[in-house]
């Protein structure tokens, strides 16, 4: 059944339209099992005969199946072995003839396959690209690079390893001397090409990623033919960055040209050699000091240039940290010239900030928060200033300080006029103030000893946060500044600020109300040195209604998906009151509920911002959380229609989350039969395609756990118990769900009688074993021993030690001895959570106290080690997680990353599964045990006592008497 070119091209057409698209993508997945369908595509990518965007779709389509198609997790190939090597012969060539949108795609699909293969498996690869490369066509050397960057770029983050480096050497030795020679080539096209613009564009875009792969070559260590031509690689780079030819200028001012991507990239990686490498390149260093002065000094204002000059900014920085470059601003005339000439212009609001705050608010919001705008002048220029401060912290003070009193004094003649120079006042104060690195907790949390920050916000910055007339930027920057310093801010003080912010969150502009929703969120969740809240609950419930309220106004006011999850930050702060307030939520409940459940209903049609609706099922995880124990029925008749059409779209993005919400809101009443909701999910959870989405399996398997226990009957009765051994075989043979099979092997176990399970435990075992001698991970080993104590403490339910034993007989005489001594044993001590440590404790007591096969099979020492491996764990005796610990999680924080759509999982804080103590009834363990064995001890007949004088060491027998004696 081989796969038909114009159908899948026509259907990739078709998923560029919204009206088809989700149709069209699940046809196409009907293809994806035909054999060579991956070839296939990139025969589409190849064909001049097809449109460029379905060229391009099909590229975009082969980069996606590439991903989630060419290895399993232990590595194996899931495509077959002759596809796999047409793949690696084709792919090169390929992605060198398509023009640069293919390019991307391809260069992606390539990096995803290097991942798993590259070098062992596909050591050609250097010599194919190094055979391919020319000394002057730049459409195929672009190809190579392009390719070469994309594996290569992934040793940037890595940590350093013995394998890594053996990739790297791999590659340095093949590649360097042929990327020395290419670069020389490009430098003499380009100086013999001054007049011809479209070879320059060329041969620079050569240049542009040559210079990222000069970095990427570096980033682990200075390859040694680099070191050699260190000289002439410096002096190629400088040229560069002084370069210029009014061919390559770009017309919009918006927009950056070859020249600046050049520029900025030569900045990026000098910056490395300046931290890595400073005492091979130490020599060579001073003309770029000098070159970059030259550039800050003389650069336009224009948007174009906003990344080269936060990118030069950023080299002045990584100078200024070595001593000898730092001592040469130590003067209090020249630091002046600094702030003058190259902080104050790059620090300072320009129209294009002012237009980008009205035009595009959401835009300016991210740019503006801490850490995401490390590419804007602004951070730049702070990051130096603060590098500065760090050399010379009371003379960079006295000379800024200067500076901001001279605006603000400026301001004072014209308000109205004179604004800007108000808000370069305090950003430069923020600038100097601040010491250390800023925290998503806390912000900042050491301030500058030389300036007063409270005295400061008090004098120059409440006022905009009270006056009604306020410029809607300088009323940002009030907000701004608290939410900066909010960690030194005292509790009273807090109480006096707080409320001006709830009041900004009713300002009609855009980026008003959304920075006070980001800074409300940030103070409520707040806490001083003994955890406890800054802005406490009681204060913030009398708030709510109103806030809440507010906030969903706020959001949808446009009634457009997209427009309605456009500000995640609204959302953030949402989730935060919820958490904040607890079970106050009761008393606002159908609004919170019918909010939030009109939200789905809309999203669900285009989910467009991972942030905004990961927020807003941590929202509805809080409403579940504290509304069900008393509002089950009432959250189940709201949201069970709006998720069920989320499951019947296979809406991706948000399944995961309707299962754990699902999974909550069973969980929140544990007791009493299935409710008729979910009868039709729970059909649905056993498809076995479900767990083919890696983002749904984490909650999928925590849904079927929460519903087993309440259906477990009717389970029975429909012969469904196998169906769920299936989904149980398929989570335990792979390392990355291993842990979800042994919650549903352990879930299976306590919910269904022993004689419905009995025909299938030693399948079950077998599988375990398998895993276990095969394929085991430290992970696996630790689950199989808390599954073993699991199925030996409940002998009061028909499991425990005896039928374990008899059950792994049928496997294989004996077997269970080398399972217990060399496994079980001696990983119980490596138990770190406290309910597994007191399964542990009591599967052990009742091991001693009640195995029939302790006593007459291995009792020459199986019963003094078992009772030794009991002693150790009593030792430090298990103790239940404090109610704290356990709500912990209501202010924990996450920054969840935009995940890819369908293929992440993201846990819901507010839906994380609390744990639970599986024998409430043993409170004092030591007392517990003492009394569990001398009841034994009575049944039998003095046994234990017998085996304790017989088989126990001196040390052994005088901790157990201790135990014992109660």
């Given at each position: 059944?081989?796969?038909?070119?114009?159908?899948?091209?026509?259907?990739?057409?078709?998923?560029?339209?919204?009206?088809?698209?989700?149709?069209?993508?699940?046809?196409?997945?009907?293809?994806?099992?035909?054999?060579?369908?991956?070839?296939?595509?990139?025969?589409?990518?190849?064909?001049?005969?097809?449109?460029?965007?379905?060229?391009?779709?099909?590229?975009?389509?082969?980069?996606?199946?590439?991903?989630?198609?060419?290895?399993?997790?232990?590595?194996?190939?899931?495509?077959?072995?002759?596809?796999?090597?047409?793949?690696?012969?084709?792919?090169?060539?390929?992605?060198?003839?398509?023009?640069?949108?293919?390019?991307?795609?391809?260069?992606?699909?390539?990096?995803?396959?290097?991942?798993?293969?590259?070098?062992?498996?596909?050591?050609?690869?250097?010599?194919?690209?190094?055979?391919?490369?020319?000394?002057?066509?730049?459409?195929?050397?672009?190809?190579?690079?392009?390719?070469?960057?994309?594996?290569?770029?992934?040793?940037?983050?890595?940590?350093?390893?013995?394998?890594?480096?053996?990739?790297?050497?791999?590659?340095?030795?093949?590649?360097?001397?042929?990327?020395?020679?290419?670069?020389?080539?490009?430098?003499?096209?380009?100086?013999?090409?001054?007049?011809?613009?479209?070879?320059?564009?060329?041969?620079?875009?050569?240049?542009?990623?040559?210079?990222?792969?000069?970095?990427?070559?570096?980033?682990?260590?200075?390859?040694?033919?680099?070191?050699?031509?260190?000289?002439?690689?410096?002096?190629?780079?400088?040229?560069?960055?002084?370069?210029?030819?009014?061919?390559?200028?770009?017309?919009?001012?918006?927009?950056?040209?070859?020249?600046?991507?050049?520029?900025?990239?030569?900045?990026?990686?000098?910056?490395?050699?300046?931290?890595?490498?400073?005492?091979?390149?130490?020599?060579?260093?001073?003309?770029?000091?000098?070159?970059?002065?030259?550039?800050?000094?003389?650069?336009?204002?224009?948007?174009?240039?906003?990344?080269?000059?936060?990118?030069?900014?950023?080299?002045?920085?990584?100078?200024?940290?070595?001593?000898?470059?730092?001592?040469?601003?130590?003067?209090?005339?020249?630091?002046?010239?600094?702030?003058?000439?190259?902080?104050?212009?790059?620090?300072?609001?320009?129209?294009?900030?002012?237009?980008?705050?009205?035009?595009?608010?959401?835009?300016?919001?991210?740019?503006?928060?801490?850490?995401?705008?490390?590419?804007?002048?602004?951070?730049?220029?702070?990051?130096?200033?603060?590098?500065?401060?760090?050399?010379?912290?009371?003379?960079?003070?006295?000379?800024?300080?200067?500076?901001?009193?001279?605006?603000?004094?400026?301001?004072?003649?014209?308000?109205?006029?004179?604004?800007?120079?108000?808000?370069?006042?305090?950003?430069?104060?923020?600038?100097?103030?601040?010491?250390?690195?800023?925290?998503?907790?806390?912000?900042?949390?050491?301030?500058?000893?030389?300036?007063?920050?409270?005295?400061?916000?008090?004098?120059?910055?409440?006022?905009?946060?009270?006056?009604?007339?306020?410029?809607?930027?300088?009323?940002?920057?009030?907000?701004?500044?608290?939410?900066?310093?909010?960690?030194?801010?005292?509790?009273?003080?807090?109480?006096?600020?707080?409320?001006?912010?709830?009041?900004?969150?009713?300002?009609?502009?855009?980026?008003?109300?959304?920075?006070?929703?980001?800074?409300?969120?940030?103070?409520?969740?707040?806490?001083?040195?003994?955890?406890?809240?800054?802005?406490?609950?009681?204060?913030?419930?009398?708030?709510?209604?109103?806030?809440?309220?507010?906030?969903?106004?706020?959001?949808?006011?446009?009634?457009?998906?997209?427009?309605?999850?456009?500000?995640?930050?609204?959302?953030?702060?949402?989730?935060?009151?919820?958490?904040?307030?607890?079970?106050?939520?009761?008393?606002?409940?159908?609004?919170?509920?019918?909010?939030?459940?009109?939200?789905?209903?809309?999203?669900?049609?285009?989910?467009?911002?991972?942030?905004?609706?990961?927020?807003?099922?941590?929202?509805?995880?809080?409403?579940?959380?504290?509304?069900?124990?008393?509002?089950?029925?009432?959250?189940?008749?709201?949201?069970?229609?709006?998720?069920?059409?989320?499951?019947?779209?296979?809406?991706?993005?948000?399944?995961?989350?309707?299962?754990?919400?699902?999974?909550?809101?069973?969980?929140?009443?544990?007791?009493?039969?299935?409710?008729?909701?979910?009868?039709?999910?729970?059909?649905?959870?056993?498809?076995?395609?479900?767990?083919?989405?890696?983002?749904?399996?984490?909650?999928?398997?925590?849904?079927?756990?929460?519903?087993?226990?309440?259906?477990?009957?009717?389970?029975?009765?429909?012969?469904?118990?196998?169906?769920?051994?299936?989904?149980?075989?398929?989570?335990?043979?792979?390392?990355?769900?291993?842990?979800?099979?042994?919650?549903?092997?352990?879930?299976?176990?306590?919910s269904f009688p022993t004689n419905v399970l009995e025909p299938f435990f030693v399948t079950i075992l077998s599988l375990l074993f398998t895993r276990l001698n095969n394929s085991r991970t430290e992970n696996f080993a630790m689950r199989f021993v808390r599954f073993y104590h699991f199925f030996s403490a409940r002998d009061d339910k028909g499991l425990g030690t005896e039928l374990f034993v008899t059950l792994c007989d049928k496997i294989q005489h004996d077997v269970f001895k080398p399972v217990y001594l060399t496994i079980i044993i001696p990983d119980t001590q490596k138990l770190t959570r406290p309910y597994d440590r007191k399964t542990a404790v009591v599967s052990?007591?009742?091991?001693?106290?009640?195995?029939?096969?302790?006593?007459?099979?291995?009792?020459?020492?199986?019963?003094?080690?078992?009772?030794?491996?009991?002693?150790?764990?009593?030792?430090?005796?298990?103790?239940?997680?404090?109610?704290?610990?356990?709500?912990?999680?209501?202010?924990?924080?996450?920054?969840?990353?935009?995940?890819?759509?369908?293929?992440?999982?993201?846990?819901?804080?507010?839906?994380?599964?609390?744990?639970?103590?599986?024998?409430?009834?043993?409170?004092?363990?030591?007392?517990?045990?003492?009394?569990?064995?001398?009841?034994?001890?009575?049944?039998?007949?003095?046994?234990?006592?017998?085996?304790?004088?017989?088989?126990?060491?001196?040390?052994?027998?005088?901790?157990?008497?201790?135990?014992?004696?109660?």
């Amino acid at each position: 059944m081989s796969v038909d070119l114009a159908a899948v091209a026509q259907l990739l057409n078709a998923t560029l339209d919204a009206r088809q698209s989700k149709q069209a993508e699940q046809a196409i997945k009907a293809e994806e099992s035909k054999p060579a369908f991956s070839l296939a595509l990139l025969q589409i990518v190849a064909a001049d005969s097809y449109p460029q965007t379905t060229r391009l779709a099909s590229a975009l389509f082969f980069k996606n199946f590439i991903k989630r198609n060419w290895t399993d997790e232990d590595g194996n190939y899931r495509l077959p072995a002759d596809e796999v090597v047409a793949i690696k012969r084709e792919l090169i060539g390929l992605m060198i003839s398509v023009p640069p949108s293919m390019q991307t795609q391809l260069g992606e699909a390539i990096s995803a396959i290097a991942d798993s293969d590259f070098w062992q498996r596909w050591d050609t690869l250097v010599d194919d690209l190094v055979s391919r490369l020319t000394p002057d066509n730049a459409q195929v050397n672009n190809g190579v690079l392009q390719v070469a960057h994309s594996i290569f770029r992934r040793w940037r983050p890595l940590f350093r390893s013995d394998a890594l480096f053996t990739e790297i050497n791999h590659v340095l030795s093949k590649f360097c001397s042929p990327f020395l020679q290419l670069l020389q080539n490009t430098d003499l096209v380009i100086s013999q090409n001054q007049s011809d613009k479209n070879i320059l564009q060329q041969h620079f875009s050569t240049l542009n990623l040559a210079i990222k792969l000069f970095y990427d070559l570096s980033c682990q260590d200075l390859p040694p033919v680099f070191e050699e031509n260190l000289a002439s690689i410096s002096a190629l780079l400088l040229r560069y960055l002084t370069y210029d030819n009014p061919l390559l200028h770009s017309d919009d001012e918006a927009e950056a040209g070859p020249l600046e991507y050049v520029k900025a990239g030569i900045f990026e990686a000098l910056v490395l050699y300046v931290q890595k490498y400073e005492d091979a390149f130490g020599p060579h260093l001073g003309q770029f000091v000098e070159s970059s002065w030259t550039l800050l000094t003389t650069i336009g204002s224009e948007t174009k240039y906003d990344v080269l000059v936060s990118k030069a900014l950023q080299f002045l920085t990584s100078v200024t940290k070595i001593t000898q470059y730092a001592q040469s601003f130590n003067n209090d005339a020249i630091l002046g010239k600094v702030v003058e000439q190259v902080i104050l212009p790059n620090l300072s609001m320009r129209e294009s900030d002012v237009e980008l705050f009205e035009d595009e608010p959401i835009e300016f919001i991210r740019r503006d928060l801490e850490g995401s705008d490390s590419d804007t002048r602004r951070r730049a220029a702070t990051d130096f200033l603060r590098q500065l401060m760090e050399q010379f912290e009371k003379l960079v003070t006295d000379v800024v300080s200067r500076y901001v009193q001279h605006y603000l004094a400026d301001y004072q003649k014209n308000k109205s006029e004179n604004w800007k120079s108000k808000d370069t006042a305090v950003y430069l104060f923020s600038a100097i103030a601040a010491k250390g690195t800023a925290t998503a907790a806390r912000g900042v949390q050491s301030t500058n000893s030389f300036v007063d920050v409270i005295d400061f916000f008090q004098k120059n910055v409440a006022s905009d946060l009270t006056e009604t007339d306020a410029e809607a930027i300088l009323k940002v920057g009030a907000i701004k500044y608290l939410y900066t310093f909010r960690s030194q801010l005292t509790q009273a003080q807090w109480q006096a600020a707080f409320p001006l912010l709830v009041q900004c969150l009713g300002d009609s502009n855009f980026v008003v109300h959304s920075y006070a929703a980001i800074a409300v969120e940030r103070v409520l969740y707040l806490t001083d040195d003994n955890k406890q809240l800054f802005i406490p609950r009681e204060s913030v419930q009398p708030l709510a209604k109103d806030l809440l309220q507010h906030l969903f106004l706020l959001m949808t006011k446009d009634s457009k998906p997209e427009k309605i999850q456009e500000n995640e930050f609204l959302m953030k702060c949402v989730m935060r009151v919820l958490i904040v307030i607890r079970d106050g939520v009761l008393s606002i409940f159908d609004l919170v509920l019918t909010n939030l459940v009109n939200i789905t209903k809309v999203i669900r049609h285009n989910p467009s911002n991972p942030r905004f609706y990961y927020y807003h099922f941590e929202s509805l995880g809080a409403v579940v959380r504290f509304g069900a124990p008393t509002q089950a029925q009432k959250l189940e008749t709201a949201i069970f229609d709006p998720f069920a059409e989320i499951l019947a779209d296979d809406v991706q993005e948000f399944q995961p989350y309707v299962f754990q919400i699902f999974a909550a809101l069973l969980e929140a009443n544990p007791t009493g039969t299935l409710p008729d909701y979910y009868q039709s999910l729970f059909s649905a959870t056993l498809s076995l395609d479900l767990y083919n989405s890696r983002g749904n399996v984490p909650a999928l398997a925590r849904l079927l756990t929460s519903m087993i226990p309440r259906a477990a009957t009717q389970i029975v009765a429909n012969n469904q118990v196998e169906p769920i051994l299936v989904i149980f075989q398929k989570l335990i043979s792979s390392k990355a769900n291993e842990s979800h099979g042994f919650d549903l092997l352990e879930c299976i176990c306590a919910s269904f009688p022993t004689n419905v399970l009995e025909p299938f435990f030693v399948t079950i075992l077998s599988l375990l074993f398998t895993r276990l001698n095969n394929s085991r991970t430290e992970n696996f080993a630790m689950r199989f021993v808390r599954f073993y104590h699991f199925f030996s403490a409940r002998d009061d339910k028909g499991l425990g030690t005896e039928l374990f034993v008899t059950l792994c007989d049928k496997i294989q005489h004996d077997v269970f001895k080398p399972v217990y001594l060399t496994i079980i044993i001696p990983d119980t001590q490596k138990l770190t959570r406290p309910y597994d440590r007191k399964t542990a404790v009591v599967s052990l007591t009742h091991t001693l106290a009640n195995s029939d096969a302790f006593v007459t099979r291995f009792n020459k020492g199986g019963w003094s080690i078992t009772c030794e491996a009991l002693l150790k764990l009593l030792i430090n005796p298990p103790l239940p997680p404090s109610s704290d610990a356990a709500e912990a999680f209501l202010i924990e924080d996450r920054d969840v990353e935009d995940v890819g759509f369908g293929v992440g999982f993201t846990p819901l804080n507010t839906c994380k599964l609390l744990p639970r103590d599986p024998f409430p009834e043993v409170q004092d363990v030591k007392a517990w045990v003492g009394a569990y064995l001398r009841d034994a001890d009575g049944r039998t007949g003095g046994r234990v006592a017998q085996f304790v004088q017989e088989k126990l060491s001196d040390d052994a027998k005088a901790a157990l008497g201790l135990v014992m004696q109660g």
